[in-house]
């Protein structure tokens, strides 16, 4: 089993910044990678970013790519996602998850979620 859970949600004007953190317990050895997706209201979820654990490689969503920063403490099993230069269509619950092994692109594992609030 593998616990997640987020943080640093907010109300922030926009051209604003917020970090957010998810805090991994459990099982997390296994894990290959950690990702954070967004839902808006009415919206699908869509990912966001992700980072693996050993080699700390990104990639983002082009949405994101210069605004966002995805990073890990490997020591504290916490991820991290900065957010500068936010805009209101960022507006969403953000969640992070557990992706497990690099062959399987599924998530199995989520956080409750964080909401992102950012007002024009």
């Known amino acids: 089993q593998v616990q997640l859970v987020e943080s640093g949600g907010g109300l922030v004007q926009a051209g604003g910044s917020l970090r957010l953190s998810c805090a991994a317990s459990?099982?997390?050895?296994?894990?290959?990678?950690m990702g954070w997706f967004r839902q808006a209201p009415g919206k699908e979820r869509e990912f966001v970013a992700a980072?693996?654990?050993?080699?700390?490689?990104?990639n983002y969503a082009d949405s994101v790519k210069g605004r966002f920063t995805i990073s890990r403490d490997n020591a504290k099993n916490t991820v991290y996602l900065q957010m500068n230069s936010l805009k209101p269509e960022d507006t969403a619950v953000y969640y992070c998850?557990?992706?497990?092994?690099?062959?399987?692109?599924?998530?199995?594992?989520w956080g409750q979620g964080t909401q992102v609030t950012v007002s024009s």
């Open positions: 998850a557990r992706r497990a092994t690099p062959w399987d692109s599924s998530y199995d594992y």
């Open positions: 459990g099982r997390t050895f296994s894990s290959y990678a």
């Open positions: 980072i693996t654990w050993l080699a700390g490689s990104t």
